[in-house]
């Protein structure tokens, strides 16, 4: 029987920074192996219990503004920057409060959640793998960073996370659509989210047609694409070699947790957890070997002269609303940073770890986002079903990179719901209430005709989102500035951020395809880019306005490379100059792609987990778990017997 | 047991006369046919359960009483379980379940089969009453041995829920001796509803091909339902390898008593875990024998009470379509039920028209009434509705 | 609270009545929501019961037309209740009808209560559901809306594409 680790004072084989997708996806592979693992997240874990996850659902509801982080609550000693701490300025520019400081010619408005579960509670879900190409970029179109590891090289690990996440999807559909390799035969472990009725209809008049994304261009041709989500649907008997597939439920409530049921809100929360989230995971850690401790701010990350990690120093406090802390440390043989991309370069920048480089905090990206919305000629039901359910992926690879960003079309299953703030702000527009209480009102309709009037053009919204690849560069990156710190005296993360030429001449070409796409529809285009408060990415490029949007994919802040006097971390997300330090996440993408990269980051997790398990055996063996006693089920504190 | 609740007041029974299911002869049966009627039975009974659950459910207030709402939805999923666990039983030996046919919905309030005592179960919205119901239907006793054993040799009739599922046992098992059980279980397995269509509902349906999963299928509809003696649990952990939670009956006394039961607690220690917030004042009082014809015709809640009944009429054809033509048809049964939410809160929450009612706080309330001339209705709009766009294609109606 | 005087105060009836004129929803609709006497509260609570039977009054001498309101204070009021029912949220009000009524609360916009947001009336002008409740079911978002032609399903008859049974079988 080993000894229970003792937090604060215990070693432990494996520390564990963030309680989030990639820390949980890792906890749980070298639990399961048998190691002891103590995970640190800086935030609070009240969103793991049933009354916790019904709090967060009533604070979406009562929230004004329904933004990612809307349903979770603030915490002063582990705060997040919010999507609504930007705004834009009447002629442009903008202005940055909150968490982040900002002074980037145009403001990195992506927001991440500090909190048991982390920023995957508020994702949308969609898990599209990075193709082939996107590996290498440099080597195929002469721009950017290409990976140390190529996609052959991950794909078990993509079948491993759709494993993990649940993944519902068409395998064959996607091989053919967008040229992913997979084994021959497989399939993901559910079938895919049925179709939109607004992706039939984008379909019926998109599919096969020609779009040309400037004048004499060559055209590429549009095929609407079901997008693979980790969201539950119907389990597959083929799966597994027939052994099929048991989705897994939710967390906080036993048996409970179904297929998707359309709640049509997976950005924020998803009601039935039909989604997956990283709390799934941690219900099936081996709670005799992983230690989860909350309320444990992560400071420093420990080291010897020999550039060996040792531990961490953390701040641990009570109350988020006014934060007191006690700092204490933790060793282990290995650390793992897995705090979120400009978490994990914050940290090594106050550590003063892995910079032989000069890479850490740089090559800060994002996808940036395009919007384009317009008003189909009949009803289309929006804000049914999950965000997206299909896109069009045909931007995504191809020659055209060496000129431009590439791009993926998410058709939006949401009305007007991002780009305009449908549908609270039709309502406000009809009754005549502008912007103010100052504002002159208008007189405003009433009554059947509101009604009416409401119903025939929230029923027409179609929007489309642009995912622009962003590619590494040096200028936007993450510093850290004593003169910031955050309650408990940590330094907070000064954004440094732009967009180059190639994003915005892809910004331009998405801009012609959007208008091309509502042509093909049939829809008035709305599509209006002004500055203003709610615009605060807006610029103006090659005599055209553009605003652009945060997409929450923050990456690249510790880029992995195949060498160590231009890369952060390794092929394996291990520090070059730290051999037992682990940073990964996004942070480590040299490229990310136009993929959403949740599903990319969790593969890499899972690699990563191997590589943490040959250096842990080389060193010694996993400790034998004798019958200790589990702790109690649901027991969502976890405090060590300090 | 000395922890039950006396037999709810609503016992000394609502004036009007209150509907009686069909029961099987008390004996064990016989032969194929026999075992038909006895599992058309038993399909009719575990959909007797769902309109008073989803009733008391449906009644609270926006907002309150959640942990009353997560509980009795748990347990209304396991109903419909059970349900589709006995169709694959009748399936499986060769039955056609039969749902959408007026004899299938007895209308309410009816009496509660198989038992010893008169207990009316009605639509009743949440409170003692309704708790007080359903502790009687899910209530752990005495099970009594199935007819023909020397020591019910004096009864004429059934006396518990029980009797009847292990007399269905025991017929299950003479059968599959005298017919072999390749002989018995003869049924179409492409009937069989599988994990795939149902999952994560305190336990998933499998598909019934033999006896060992006829008994097993069996013992998740009793264990469910009244938990195993001596404990408050219910077996999910055996049987699904899922959290075991407190048997329905348990799962109600926490409710009716709000207060939950802990680790160590037993049926006799009572519930002494920490107190369960429940307040009997946010539910919409309704009048438990309200028919439709109570509202005047061309009014609004008579529309709306109309509508819901023939959407009910339309999710018994869909369970149909899903029991005896193709178990992919049960996607589109959750969506169907949905619209049933959707239908009969808007009632609940609208005071009766009646002003001697409505001077009473009563209000309005879903009938649950179904006539052939609306399944006749229903079966027309099909394979319309909702969520049926997404069947897969090829799914036969 | 505002004022002040010994007005009467309207009754849930009379606010459902004009709430029926305001909304285009009529009086079972409203009721269904389950938030009639919660909106009544919060309307009397935030204009008080003389302003609250000024936009009565001014409703009904306009025969119970909404576009005769000629008062800027009873039209205000007017939008604010339609904007509660719409969306569950009481909007700012006008600064200057805030000022008129000598409010003594801030002229904040807030959710009246969780639920308030989920029954939202706005929703069902184009036959949907609240994002985050009331969800309709697994598929549901395929279903074309009422009014809405039948398409094609995208990728209907597209090989590879098999039931849940594998082949289809």
């Known amino acids: 029987m080993s000894p229970a680790p003792r937090h604060g004072r215990g070693r432990y084989d494996v520390i564990v920074v963030g309680a989030g997708l990639s820390g949980s996806l890792i906890a749980k592979e070298l639990g399961d192996k048998g190691w002891r693992v103590l995970v640190l997240e800086a935030g609070t874990g009240t969103l793991d219990g049933w009354p916790g996850h019904l709090d967060a659902l009533d604070t979406f509801y009562g929230a004004l503004a329904k933004v990612p982080n809307s349903p979770y609550r603030p915490n002063a000693a582990a705060p997040s920057p919010d999507v609504l701490d930007v705004t834009g300025l009447p002629a442009g520019g903008y202005r940055a409060r909150g968490y982040f400081v900002q002074n980037g010619p145009l403001p990195y408005s992506t927001d991440y959640l500090r909190a048991r579960g982390g920023t995957v509670l508020h994702w949308l879900g969609l898990t599209p793998r990075m193709h082939p190409e996107d590996f290498r970029t440099r080597r195929t179109y002469g721009y950017g960073r290409d990976w140390p590891l190529g996609y052959d090289d991950l794909e078990p690990h993509y079948r491993a996370a759709e494993r993990a996440l649940g993944v519902a999807g068409d395998a064959a559909e996607q091989a053919a659509a967008v ?12 079938h895919a989210i049925p179709r939109s009725y607004v992706d039939d209809v984008f379909a019926a008049r998109l599919d096969g047609a020609t779009v040309r994304e400037a004048p004499g261009a060559p055209g590429t041709t ?63 850690w081996d709670r005799r070997r992983v230690r989860l401790l909350t309320h444990a701010v992560v400071g420093r990350v420990l080291a010897d002269g020999n550039g060996r990690a040792l531990g961490v120093e953390y701040q641990e406090y009570e109350d988020p609303a006014a934060p007191v802390a006690t700092t204490r440390t933790a060793e282990a043989d290995v650390v793992v940073l897995a705090a979120h991309a400009i978490e994990n370069a914050r940290l090594l920048l106050v550590s003063r770890l892995a910079g032989h480089s000069d890479q850490v905090g740089r090559n800060l990206m994002d996808h940036p986002v395009l919007l384009g919305w317009g008003l189909a000629r009949h009803p289309v039901g929006p804000f049914r079903g999950p965000a997206s359910t299909s896109g069009l992926e045909s931007f995504r690879t191809g020659p055209a990179r060496r000129e431009r960003a590439p791009f993926r079309i998410e058709i939006s299953n949401w009305g007007w719901g991002w780009p305009a703030g449908s549908p609270g702000s039709d309502v406000a527009r009809l009754l005549g209430i502008g912007a103010g209480p100052a504002q002159p009102r208008a007189k405003g309709v009433f009554g059947a005709r509101l009604r009416t009037a409401l119903g025939e053009e929230i029923g027409r919204q179609v929007s489309v989102q642009f995912l622009m690849e962003q590619e590494a560069e040096e200028r936007n990156r993450v510093t850290v500035d004593r003169r910031h710190p955050d309650r408990l005296g940590n330094p907070r993360p000064v954004i440094t951020y732009d967009l180059s030429e190639r994003v915005k001449r892809g910004m331009a070409a998405a801009r012609s395809v959007s208008e ?29 306005g553009f605003a652009f949007n945060g997409a929450g994919h923050g990456g690249g802040t510790h880029i992995m490379g195949a060498s160590r006097g231009t890369s952060v971390v390794d092929a394996w997300q291990r520090c070059w100059d730290h051999p037992n330090l682990y940073a990964v996440g996004c942070g480590s993408m040299p490229s990310m792609g136009t993929s959403n990269p949740s599903l990319t980051m969790a593969a890499l997790a899972l690699r990563s987990s191997e590589r943490i398990h040959r250096d842990l055996t080389e060193a010694h063996r996993p400790a034998a778990v004798g019958p200790l006693s589990p702790e109690p089920v649901g027991d969502g504190r976890t405090e060590g017997p300090a | 047991m000395s922890t039950l609740p006396p037999p709810p007041d609503a016992l000394a029974g609502p004036a009007a006369v209150p509907a009686r299911v069909e029961e099987p002869p008390f004996r064990v049966p016989r032969d194929r046919a026999d075992l038909h009627v006895f599992l058309q039975a038993a399909l009719t009974l575990e959909h007797l359960t769902i309109p008073p659950y989803l009733t008391a459910m449906y009644t609270l207030r926006p907002g309150t009483n959640r942990t009353a709402f997560y509980a009795i939805r748990a347990v209304v999923l396991e109903e419909m379980l059970h349900m589709t666990l006995v169709a694959n039983l009748l399936n499986a030996v060769g039955g056609k379940p039969l749902v959408a046919h007026s004899r299938f919905v007895t209308g309410y309030p ?51 829920i029980g009797q009847f599922y292990n007399t269905i046992r025991t017929g299950l098992v003479r059968l599959a001796e005298e017919l072999g059980e390749a002989g018995l279980f003869n049924g179409d397995p492409r009937r069989q509803v599988g994990p795939e269509d149902f999952y994560n509902s305190g336990g998933e349906v499998f598909p019934v091909t033999g006896l060992a999963s006829a008994l097993k299928a069996l013992r998740v509809i009793t264990e469910q339902g009244e938990g195993v003696s001596r404990t408050v649990y219910n077996t999910d952990d055996q049987l699904f390898g899922e959290a075991r939670e407190p048997a329905h009956y348990f799962r109600f006394d926490e409710i009716r008593r709000r207060r939950s039961y802990g680790p160590h607690d037993t049926p006799a220690s009572g519930p002494t875990g920490p107190a369960l917030d429940v307040s009997w004042e946010d539910a919409y009082p309704i009048d438990p024998e309200a028919k439709v014809t109570h509202y005047p015709p061309g009014s609004a809640v008579r529309r709306a009470a109309e509508r819901f009944n023939a959407a009910y009429a339309r999710l018994l054809w869909v369970l149909e379509a899903a029991f005896t033509r193709d178990p992919a048809v049960l996607q589109a049964a959750v969506p169907a039920m949905l619209q049933l939410r959707d239908l009969s809160v808007q009632l609940y929450r609208n005071p009766h028209p009646d002003p001697a009612r409505r001077a009473r706080g009563l209000y309005a309330s879903a009938t649950y009434e179904i006539t052939e001339e609306l399944l006749g209705e229903a079966r027309r709009s099909l394979p319309g509705g909702p969520g049926t766009t997404a069947l897969p294609s090829g799914t036969r109606w | 609270m505002t004022p002040k005087t010994s007005t009467p105060a309207p009754s849930l009836d009379d606010f459902l009545t004009a709430s029926a004129a305001l909304t285009g929803f009529d009086a079972f609709e409203l009721h269904a929501t389950g938030m009639a006497e919660l909106y009544h509260d919060t309307a009397r609570e935030q204009v008080g ?121």
């Open chain 1, 179 to 190: 040229g992913l390799p997979f084994p021959d035969g497989y399939v993901y472990p559910m």
């Open chain 1, 222 to 284: 549009l095929r609407v694409t079901g997008t693979p989500h980790a969201r539950n649907s119907t389990p597959d008997r083929r799966y597994d070699g027939g052994r099929g597939y048991r989705p897994a439920g939710a967390a906080g409530l036993p048996n409970y947790g179904e297929r998707c049921v359309g709640n049509a809100s997976c950005v924020p929360i998803c009601p039935v957890q039909a989604k997956y989230t990283p709390l799934k995971t941690q219900a099936t």
């Open chain 1, 516 to 544: 091309e796409i509502f042509r093909l529809l049939g829809a008035e285009d709305r599509t209006a880019y002004e500055p203003g408060p709610l615009s605060p990415g807006y610029f103006r490029f090659e005599g055209r």
């Open chain 2, 110 to 160: 009816a009496l509660l089969p198989y038992s010893r005592d008169r207990i009316p179960v009605a639509l009743r919205h949440f409170g003692t009453a309704a708790l007080d119901t359903f502790l009687y239907i899910e209530r752990p006793e005495y099970v009594a041995e199935p007819p023909g054993h020397p020591s019910v040799a004096g009864d004429t009739g059934w006396t518990s």
């Open chain 3, 49 to 169: 019961d003389a302003a609250l039977g000024r936009l009565l009054d001014a409703l009904a001498a306009a025969g119970g037309d909404p576009d005769g309101i000629a008062d800027e204070i009873a039209r205000d009021i007017a939008r604010a209740l339609a904007h509660t029912w719409y969306l569950g949220v009481w909007p700012q009000l006008a600064a200057s009808v805030h000022t008129a009524l000598g409010r003594q609360q801030a002229n904040a916009a807030f959710t009246v209560s969780p639920e308030a947001y989920t029954e939202g009336l706005v929703w069902r002008t184009f036959h949907g559901h609240p994002a985050g409740a009331k969800p309709p079911g697994f598929g549901t978002w395929a279903d074309p809306p009422p009014g809405a032609p039948a398409v094609a399903r995208a990728g209907a008859g597209a090989p590879g594409l098999p039931g849940p049974r594998g082949g289809g079988a």
